[in-house]
T-cell receptor, first 107, second 117 residues
Framework: KNEVEQSPQNLTAQEGEFITINCSYS?????LHWLQQHPGGGIVSLFM???GKKKHGRLIATINIQEKHSSLHITASHPRDSAVYIC?????????FGSGTQLTVLP | GAVVSQHPSRVICKSGTSVKIECRSL??????MFWYRQFPKQSLMLMAT?????????EQGVEKDKFLINHASLTLSTLTVTSAHPEDSSFYIC?????????????FGPGTRLTVT
């Protein structure tokens, strides 16, 4: 079993829809990252969480440390949100990555 | 915000040659940088942890003599793929840890796509 599990693996949505991507992990962590990877490959760090909730624009990330679970929400989704979203957990100072969620937002 | 650059962004080389990839932190100092490899449709896998002024720490299964890492300054780490083979073709990404961040924030480079022919 992978230490980091993401769901769904693929997600197609219509523009404007509310999107949720989930991440579960099985180890004790010091922080959790949500990353965005566009088709060209470059990675952008969206959030780093160790507790609670963070919001940036239309993106919201939450984490429940007791349940070892995090969610990334996108409100009012747009085609430019189409990308792979990756959850990564930090143990000590190393990151372990989930397999990613391919999001496609259709106009 | 913190910026990490990688050079080159793309490289094509012939089998048997060596390729050097640079990772630079542009506006912060990084005592620790990480090198990752990503094969198509797969997630990132940590290859090695690069520590300024000391030897890199390699993950299990990564050949240290094939993937040479040098972290000679607080803003630069290099990864040299020696005697490259087609199976080394991959997307290589570095991240740099801000040494002044109490939360050990990591910032990612844009990646280098290596194709070995």
């Amino acid at each position: 079993k992978n230490e980091v599990e993401q769901s769904p693996q693929n997600l197609t949505a219509q523009e404007g829809e509310f999107i949720t991507i989930n991440c579960s992990y099985s180890v004790g962590i010091s922080a959790l990252h949500w990353l965005q990877q566009h088709p060209g490959g470059g990675i952008v760090s969206l959030f780093m969480l160790s507790s609670g909730k963070k919001k940036h624009g239309r993106l919201i990330a939450t984490i429940n440390i007791q349940e070892k679970h995090s969610s990334l929400h996108i409100t009012a989704s747009h085609p430019r949100d189409s990308a792979v979203y990756i959850c990564a957990v930090r143990v000590a100072r190393q990151l372990t990555f989930g397999s990613g969620t391919q999001l496609t937002v259709l106009p | 915000g913190a910026v990490v650059s990688q050079h080159p962004s793309r490289v094509i080389c012939k089998s048997g040659t060596s390729v050097k990839i640079e990772c630079r932190s542009l506006d912060f100092q990084a005592t620790t940088m990480f090198w990752y490899r990503q094969f198509p449709k797969q997630s990132l896998m940590l290859m090695a942890t690069s520590n300024e002024g000391s030897k890199a720490t390699y993950e299990q299964g990564v050949e240290k003599d094939k993937f040479l890492i040098n972290h000679a300054s607080l803003t630069l780490s290099t990864l040299t793929v020696t005697s490259a083979h087609p199976e080394d073709s991959s997307f290589y990404i570095c991240s740099a840890e801000d040494r002044d961040s109490s939360s050990y924030e990591q910032y990612f480079g844009p990646g280098t796509r290596l194709t070995v022919t």
